[in-house]
Each structure stands twice: as structure tokens, then as C-alpha cells.
């Protein structure tokens, strides 16, 4: 199929269907969820389609634009599509995960009071995401962002209908994802601003081509900032995922919303930006930049896996470790930007990797959520330790295989997808950071395997809890969900196995946006991965033969002191939302005191008039230098 | 010609009907704007000298930029005015109108003059009709606001007056043309002159401190009429600021009062996001009406910042936020009418959840709002993206500061973007997301009212995201009539 149709089949069906979704609920409410299924079929198929047209080579950039402001002297803004195959790719990991969320929110949101809000958000989440990829220039990027943005914030608050403190909880977690994000955001605004004033353009293709500026590193820096936001990396984690004790995240969507967010879609936009930046903006090498991406990522990294090794809530632990796998790709992707003057190679195999853990993320995490939305569907409850041995193989299979499959994914054993993805990562920081002596190299290395052991210890949990220990529940539950939610984790169990075992082939997918460079992942993915698969192995294995036959030693150790200190700040969160929390009281306090300069006392206010009236005089005569 | 007669009725009206019903009122004023709005549209088709513009008198001279802006306000009376009919007393309606129209002559005359004298009488038409409008509720609150906004707007009038004078002893002629291309042989008299101008238009433009008539006349006016002075008659403030500079032919001048004006603006802006957050953290009173007034005033910085750069082209990216602006505030002013007409409050407090109720007005405040707060896909992100596109452009351009200082000026107006965002969210939490409070009391409108009501705030809502969305067709037709 030609590449046009393709582009626009992705992208206009899921806006087509947000507007007609009002209209069909008009007419028979039922047929809402069936036909955003249907629409969101067509979006993923094509999307698919052309992935693989990708992979197999038969795929030609696909570029259009049209003038969108056209000013005499001042403006003429352009908006372009851009399917290159990153674009591709991402549209591709956002339709097809978005369609077999969609399948599975058939019957786990059949109850549900809301049912038009809901599909209308989920297809112009889709439908924004699918935007946000396809632009070809910064400012169609941005309208998906915000979209983007938009959709989170009523789909995380999508139970404020909810009476009492449930309705209240969503609604503000709903806004605190909203306000996060764009604080974040005013980077983005600023980097476009400034964008189009050194180039007169925002189209990629443009500032690529363009004699490099001197406030590219103000463009990338403010592009980065508004990643961060998005992905929820140090230090806007709380939107994301919070404490228990606070319980005001993004985990009180709909759980099928939190694999939307999670997997597909918003989060993932950062790393796609950032990668945009990569090979769009020509960024003057600057360490502090490098250093800046990776001693956050890193940092990011290592803390959340923490708190996810010491949360309790199933939804939350998935959140946490979310946000740790994001900052893996940002950290490959400081790799990227750090070899990029002098290892041009190391620099694309890192970028490659980072897309790579993108893919094979997206499908282990939304496996992962989707298997605690399938729990929680059943058990009503949220808690990791009040549902002992829920997903046992004798009772559920298929959700035991996707626990398991989705759980080895994400530690890293091989040979799940994880292993491979996540291994690149750090055999490319290693590489960087001991073959060619890089200390940003070593950072980056010493922080991605740290993380990587505490994942290990994490998923151990997960899987001890939710499979091996002593069941608590009463056995009278009924598990009698449809063949729609076993069946979609039981794809994405046969992904998430078998996925890493193609993900290498991404390196020649992507040698188009690498301008035709030709790099190979395997060979160094190889010489350094078994080392720090061992070590992965190994933490794991500890951790379940500890949890399985040793569980009074475990307590023991963690009444040692540092330990307990650690677990302590781990579980608050390194008292990220406290820090937030007393940013605002401050903040607050401080703002009230402006309201004396408006107190509506008429004496004060001519007072004031006649202040501002001197001091603008004063100045402008006496041709103050400002 | 067509604003006296509508006086003329609803004057006559006034003084010898008791009583006035939905149907004459419609059939007697309604005419007269849509007629006035149709001879607009028919000048603006038919009008080619570019440069020179449409010459009705020496004095009275029709450019793109002026017409543009009449046509819009006359739509948006229009729709303010079918408001009106269902909003004002049946018995008090003539002399509505009567001050109604009264406030629309001075508007359009301030548009269409090129006198600065007959600018200054006009301007004192407008703000006289404003101060009786706030007061027309007759409460003590009313009295009090329009006594303030009387007292305050006086001393803008008085600057501006003081400023004509100081500029008539360098021109002898106070038609724009011959201003602006006469000589300034006495520099410090020009400076002054066009100082106290741009004080004087502050006052009405929301410039801070000059601008604590605002808050005030906004809550106490009847909510048609806080639309009138949100959506359109503060623009005049904005308006008198951008003839200012299209007067100044001093460079040195010119670029120190920007340096100022730039400063002033975004510290207006900044106050007036923060006192928006005060507002949902008093206890004695979460007015909306009250909000609302303070957003009018960020947004008004938002005109006042690039009003110095406004010139040729520029003028179009004022004229688009002017139109995004009063088309948002005109519709969420009408809409707290609205909520005024089923509860009789304006409290946040009791209007908690009322978009959960009424699901379409729900929608569309939520529009609004994100117009407000500059989301893609509706009208004020195009022109909030314009504005600051133009004035970092410009900024640079006329080196007003250092590189750097630039850099932090665009910074703040973004980081006033993300302080405004917090507010409208806040505002949304309250009316749509909230769960409704049980204790209000809601006294239905009938039907027909009911639909009449949403069918007004659905064009504005329509009008809102087709700018949005396709902006270059507003644009290119506005572009084609500027010089």
C-alpha cells in the first residue's frame, strides 16, 4: 500500500472516531466501545503494515506539509507530516498496543458510568500520540503533546464521577498530572519560541539542514526539560507514581489507562522527543548537557527501582519501575549525545538501543499492567501483600505466564525481550565508559547495573507474591473474565518471550535516519552483556531462593538500620511529593501576601496610581538605560 | 448614525412603555446591530485604499485594523445583546439598551476617529455608559464598584486629557496623520505627551496598579455587562496604547517607553496570576466573576507587552488574541450569567459540579478555559504563540535588552502561561469536576430561553476552536485590508 494512504489511515481514523463517538452514543450507547475498537483497528493494521513495510526495506519517507499561518512579512508557519522510520515506529509501538488495550478495555471497563468519556479519550489519546510521532516539524509535535497532555489528564481522573474520596483522588491526581507536565512544558514553549527565531521555521528538516545556532543548546536543554515532565523522570516522578501514604498518581486511571499511559503512549513521548532532538537539533557538544541527561536518568533509575522494590500497591510497583526504564532509554540517549563527535558508531548503537528498550518495554510493561488491571478486575484490591498467590499457575495460566513472562522481561533474563534491550544498554554504557575511558561512560555504567540488580529483586517480589506464596484469598472468587483480556495477555506473553530475538534488526530499520550509517548491535551487545547477565541472574535468583525458604532472615536484615532507612525513604518516595507538597505551602503563603496590594481602599489605590504614574515618567523622561 | 437611533428607541422606550416584553425587545434592538454589523461588512468588501484607508470626514477614517476590530465587537454585541434580552429585568430592558448602545457609540467612535480630541470624547462617552452599567444592579456592591471604576477611570481621563494638551503645544493639529508627521521640536513635551497617554489608556487597559477598578466593576456589574468590559472595552485601553505608538516618531522614545511597558506588562501579568490563586485561597468568598476579571487582566498584558511592536503586520497577531480573548471571556462571563439566572450565585462554592449537571455547558467552559490557558487546537494558543513569536522577534530586533534578558523575558511570559494554567484548572476542578453540591438550589429556565442561551454560547465555542484550528482563515482575510 502506498505510504500516503498508510499515513493517513494511522492517523485520521482515531480523530474521526472521538467526533463520531458522541453521535453513536446517541443512537445506541452500546455500540460506543465496539466501534472505537474498530476505528482503533484500522489506525493499528495500517500502522503495523507499515512497520514491516519498514522492515523489509520497502518503505519510502513519506513527507507533507501545508501552510497552517501565513503572515505578509512576519510568519508563515508551516505543518508537516513526517513518516520517517522512527515516526514509524513509534506509531506502530502507540496503534497496535493502543488497539489491544482497547480489546481488553472491552470487558474490564463493560461496568463502567462513563463509557462516552472514556473511548472518546482513549481514540484521541491514540489519535494525539499517533500526531505527536507522524509531525514533521516542532509545532505539529507540540499540538500532540499538549493533546497528549489533555487526554491523561481526563483519563487519570476518569472515575471523578466517583463518590466520596475515590472521586476526589481521581480528580486530583487527574491535575496534578496536568500541572507537572506542563510546568515541564514551558521548556517546550520556550525551545520553540526561540527556535523559530533563529531558523524562521520549525520543520525538521529545516534546522537540520540549517548552519547550526548558538541557542541550539537552549532549544535541546528546554526540549529535555519538557521530556523529563512527560516521562516523569527526577524531579516530576510524582504525577507518575507517589508514595502509598500519598495515593494522589496517575495509578488512579482505569488500570487499562495506566497501560496506555505507561506503555504506549504518553511517557514514551519523551524518549521520542528526546531521540528527535538527537537527530534533528545540531547540538554544539557540551559536557554539562551530557552530564545533565544522564546524571538524571541515572539518578531516576536507581531511586524509583527502589521505591518499587518497597511498595506495596500492584499498580504502584509498575508505575515505579516505569519511570526506571524510561530513564534507561534517557540514559542511552545521553550516550548517544555524548559519542556523537567522536564514536559516531557508539553513538548510534546507543540511540538504537534506546528504541529498542522503547519497543520491547512497551510490551512487557503493558503486559504487566494489563495482568494486575485482570487481578484487580477479580479481587477488587490493590495491595501486593493482600493478594498472596492470586495469579498461582493452577488457577490462571495464561495470567501465571504473562506474570512470569512480562516479570523476566523486565529484570532482564535472558532470553526474554528485556534481556536484550535493557543488556545493550548497559554493555553500550560500558563500552563508552571503559573502553573509552569515559567517566560519564562509567556513571552511567555503574548507575544502569545497580539499577538492573535492584529490578531483578523487585520483579522477584512481583512474581513471589503474586504466584508463590500462600494464598490468602478466599477461593470463592469467580474468575469468568473473557476470552478478550486471556487472549491479549497471552499475545503479549508470546511477545515479550520472543520479542528480543528480532529487536536486533532494528539496527537496520533505523540506518535510514542515521543518514544510510551502517552499524550492527549484536557484536557488542555480545562481548559485554554476559557478565552483567550473570550478575542479574544471580540477584534474582538470591532473592527468590531468600523469599521462598528464608524469609525470617530477609526481616532480620531489614531491621538493620541503613537498610531500614533506605526501605523507609525508598517507600515515601525519597519524599518527592513532600518536597512538592512544601514548594506550594510556601508558595501559597508568599502569593497571599500580594492581596494587600488589593485591598479596594480607594485612598491605597490612588496611592499606588500615583507611584506607578512618577516612576513611569521619572523613567521615560529622565531616559533611564534599562 | 445607527447606535443613535437604537438610543433614540430605547430611550422613547425608556419613558413611555411601563413595560417591555422578550419579543419587542428582540424586534426593536436587535435590528439595529445586526444592521450595523452588515453596512461594517459591506465597507470592509468594498474598501481599497489600503494606505489611506475609507475617508468618511477628515476626522473619521476607516483603516483594515479598525474596521476588523468594529465588525467583531458588533458580533459579539449581537450575541451579547440576545444575552441581554433574557438576562436584564423585562421592565429594566429600555434602559439597558438605552445605556447599551450608548457604550456602543463611544466604542465604534473610538475605533473610527483619527482626531485625538474626538478620541478623548469618545473615550469619555464609553467609561461615563461603563460607570452606569456597573451600577445598574442598584446594590450596594454595584455602587461601590462604580464609584471606584468612576474615580479611577477619571484619572485616566485626566491623563489622557493632560496628554493631548502637552502634544497640542507641539502640533497644532491633533489629527493623527499631522501628529505623526510632525517634527517633535521640543523633546521633552513629546515625551511627556505620549507618556500620559499611555497612562491614561492604561487605566482602561488593565496596567497594574492603574488597574483596581477591574476587579471590582467586574463581579458588580450584571453579567452581560461584565462581558461587554472583559471581551470589548478594555481592548480600547489596549487600542489607545497601540495609537500612541503609531504616533511616536522618536526613536529614543519610542524604545524607552517599550523597555517600560514591557516591564510594567509582565509584572501586571505576574500580579494578576497570583492574585487569580489568592482567590481560590480565601475563605470569605471564591467569586468567579472575580476570577475571570484578573484573568482579563494576564490577558491584557499578554496585548500590552507587544503593543509597542504592533505596527504594520504586528497589528494582526493584536487583533487575533483581542478577538481569541473577548470571544473566551465574553463567552465564560455569559456563561456565569448563566449560572447567575438558575442559582443566583457566583460563589464557586455553590456552583461546585454545575458542569456535571448541565453537560454541554460543562464542555464548553472547558473549551474556554483551554483557550485561556493557550492549548493547541483552539483560538487563544494561536495568538498566545503569535504574541510571543512577534515580541521575541522584536525584542531582539530593537535590542531592547541584553541577549540574555530577552531570553528571560519570553521565559516569564511562558512560566505566566504554566501560573494561569493553575488557576483554570483550579476554576475547572470547582464547576466540572467537582461533585455537586446538593444545597444549591436550581430554578430552571424554560426551554425555549434555555436554548436560545446555549445556542449563543455555542457559536462563541465554535468561533473559538475554528480559530483554533484554522487560523489563516481569519488572518488572510484581515491581511488583505492592511496596508
Known sequence: MSEEILVWLILLPP?????????????????????????????????????????????????????????????????????????????????????????????????????????????????SMNMLVLAGDFLLLFFGWELVGLCSFMLIGHFSYKPGEDGLKARLSGIKAFLFTNLADSGFFLAIVVMYKEYGSFDFAIIKNANPSTANNLIAIGLVVAAFGKSAQFPFIPWLSSPDRVDIDAMQGPTTVSALIHAATMVKAGVYLVSRVYLVVNIKPSEGFYWFIIVIAGGTALITALSALTSVGIKRILAYSTVSQLAYMFMSLGIAFAALEDEQELSIQAFNYAQFHLLSHAIFKSLLFLSAGYIIHIYHDKKITSLKGVAHWDKNPILAAGIISGSLALSGIPPFMGFFSKESIISVSYELGFEHDSSIGKTAYVLALLTAIITALYCARFIYYLIFADSEQEETTKDDQSIFMKGVIAVLSVFAVIGGLFGFKLFDYFEEVHGGVETEGLGLFVSHSILNALIIISALALSFYSLLNYQTSITRIQSFWLIKWITTISAEGFYLDDIWQLGWIFTKSWVYKIRRLHTGDLNWTIGLIGIVTITVIGTIIGGVDL | MLPVIGIFIAATMAIFAKKSNKLISTLLYLPILVTELVVMIIIYNDFTDLTNGYKITDNFILHGFTISIVIFIQALLILIGIFSIFYIREKDQSTYFALFYSMNLGIILIFTVSHLFLLFISWELMVLTGYLLVLFPKTEESLEAGFKYLVISTVGSLNILFGIGLLSGISTDLSYSNISSTAITDELLG??????????????????????????????????????????????????????????????????????????????????????????????????????AYSTIVHLSYLMVITPFALGDGSMILLLHIFTHGIAKTLLFLITG??????????????????????????????????????????????????????????????????????????????????????????????????????????????????????????????????????????????????
Open chain 1, 15 to 127: 480523530f474521526i472516531g472521538c467526533l463520531i463517538t458522541p453521535i453513536i452514543n446517541k443512537i445506541k450507547a452500546s455500540l460506543v466501545p465496539v466501534t472505537s475498537v474498530l476505528v482503533l483497528l484500522v489506525s493499528g493494521i495500517s500502522a503495523s503494515i507499515a512497520f514491516i513495510q519498514n522492515l523489509s526495506g520497502d518503505w519510502n519517507t513519506y513527507h507533507n506539509s501545508t501552510t497552517w499561518i501565513e503572515f505578509k512579512s512576519l510568519a508563515n508557519i508551516e505543518l508537516s507530516i513526517n513518516a520517517d522510520p522512527l515516526s514509524i515506529f513509534m506509531a506502530f509501538v502507540a496503534s497496535f498496543l493502543g488497539l489491544l488495550i482497547a480489546a481488553f478495555s472491552l470487558e474490564y471497563m463493560s461496568e463502567d458510568k462513563s463509557k462516552l468519556q472514556y473511548w472518546f479519550f482513549i481514540q484521541l489519546f491514540i489519535g
Open chain 2, 191 to 292: 515625551k511627556l505627551g505620549f507618556t500620559f497617554l499611555i497612562l491614561g489608556f492604561g487605566v482602561t487597559a488593565g496596567m497594574i496598579f492603574l488597574n483596581q477598578w477591574l476587579p471590582d466593576a467586574h463581579p458588580a456589574a450584571p453579567a452581560p455587562v461584565s462581558a461587554v468590559l472583559s471581551g470589548i472595552m478594555v481592548n480600547a485601553g489596549i487600542y489607545g496604547m497601540y495609537i500612541t505608538y503609531q504616533l511616536m516618531t522618536n526613536s529614543t522614545t519610542e524604545i524607552l517607553s517599550a523597555q517600560v511597558i514591557v516591564i510594567i506588562a509582565t509584572i501586571t501579568m505576574t500580579e494578576a496570576n497570583l492574585l487569580i490563586i489568592v482567590q481560590f485561597l480565601r475563605d470569605d468568598s471564591k467569586d468567579i466573576k472575580r476570577i475571570l
Open chain 2, 338 to 483: 448563566y449560572f447567575l439566572m438558575l442559582t443566583g450565585s457566583r460563589d464557586l462554592r455553590d456552583l461546585r459540579g454545575i458542569g456535571r449537571k448541565y453537560k454541554s455547558i460543562g464542555v464548553i467552559i472547558f473549551i474556554a478555559l483551554m483557550s485561556l490557558g493557550g492549548l493547541p487546537g483552539t483560538g487563544g494558543f494561536v495568538s498566545k504563540l503569535l504574541i510571543l513569536l512577534l515580541f521575541y522577534q522584536k525584542i531582539d530586533q530593537m535590542e531592547l535588552f541584553s541577549n540574555s534578558v530577552n531570553e528571560v523575558f519570553v521565559l516569564i511570559l511562558i512560566i505566566n502561561g504554566f501560573l494561569a494554567f493553575i488557576g483554570y484548572l483550579w476554576l475547572m476542578k470547582y464547576l466540572i469536576f467537582d461533585e455537586p453540591n446538593e444545597e444549591t438550589k436550581i430554578k430552571p429556565l424554560s426551554k425555549l430561553n434555555d436554548n436560545i442561551i446555549k445556542g449563543v454560547l455555542i457559536i462563541l465555542t465554535l468561533s473559538l476552536l475554528f480559530i483554533g484550528l484554522f487560523p489563516d482563515e481569519v488572518l488572510s482575510r484581515i491581511s488583505v485590508k492592511l496596508p
